[in-house]
């Protein structure tokens, strides 16, 4: 019997770095796609996926952050005032429920492994879910964190969404070593990071969902810095393998890299195609450039 996995810890400690100067005083995750922030995507995915506990390990300039999933009182009765009914529901909706929020903060971006270290606490003795808002997923029926959680259900382990890449960009992902595929899951014995195309054990990459359980924590712990001199949540994943049983799952769906220039503005066209108010407009405009 696998425990349910109630807690998601979304790690938005990072600088940003790729999108300066837009992340100098704003956090990269409240980078909006259409009109929604990415970290907004992240938690509504977490929210259908069933998850009870919304943890964010946050660190200097986030403040925006927690702005965002908090009441705004003056926004909210100015827009009461005015009339903007549904406009003022738009912003009551982004609330979680009072008291299922926690913040914890990264006070150094170490890096990916260190932060979900610093929610260990917070997290205990259970498994949890991992969301890197900057990998946004489009999905095809249930959301990809459902779809892991639905075999973590039946399987237990870690799990993660995998996706495969072209051989050429192995080296900008962690790449699983498989032992067994079914063609919808891999299981594997092996985990790579970001390895040059001719050692890569396979062109199956990890993207930003992760189901891990609590074991990951005695990895991380030791503080071992890997690529980048980061503390890398790949290595600590690898290093459980001997004990935990290690899943990849091609979800149904279509990931976007919104940590990227190009995946960013690509979600953002790919979104709005998505919404009747939009389809039209930006169809429209998108034919006046290729022209
Ligand atoms: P990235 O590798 O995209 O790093 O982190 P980054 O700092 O956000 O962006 P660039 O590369 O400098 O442009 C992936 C996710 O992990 C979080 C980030 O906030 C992002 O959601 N992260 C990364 C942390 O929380 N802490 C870290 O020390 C590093």
Known sequence: MTKPVRKAVFPVGG????????TKAMPKEMLPVVDKPLIQY??????EAG?????????RGKTALEDHFDHSHELEDMLLEKGK???HKIVLDILPEPGSVFY??????NGLGHAVWCAKELIGDEPFAVLLADDLVMA?????????????????????????????ETNKYGVLSVMSDDGRIAQANGLVEKPNPEDAPSN????????????????LAKQERGAGNEIQLTDAMAKTMDRVEFRGLRFDGRRYDCGSKLGFIEANLAFALERDDLRDGVQELLKTFSQ
Do not use: H, W
């Open 42 to 47: 992240a938690v509504e995915e977490a929210i």
């Open 15 to 22: 600088l940003g770095t790729r999108f300066l100067p837009a």
């Open 104 to 109: 914890t903060r990264q006070m150094k971006p």
């Open 51 to 59: 998850i009870e506990q919304f943890i964010f390990v946050t660190g």
């Open 140 to 168: 095809k029926g249930k959301c990809c964190l459902r779809q892991m959680i639905d075999v973590y259900n039946e399987t237990g382990g870690n799990v993660v969404a995998i996706e495969e890449v072209p051989r050429e």
């Open 85 to 87: 009914i549904d406009t």
């Open 204 to 219: 199956l990459s990890i993207i930003g969902r992760y189901i891990l359980e609590p074991e990951v924590f005695k990895e």
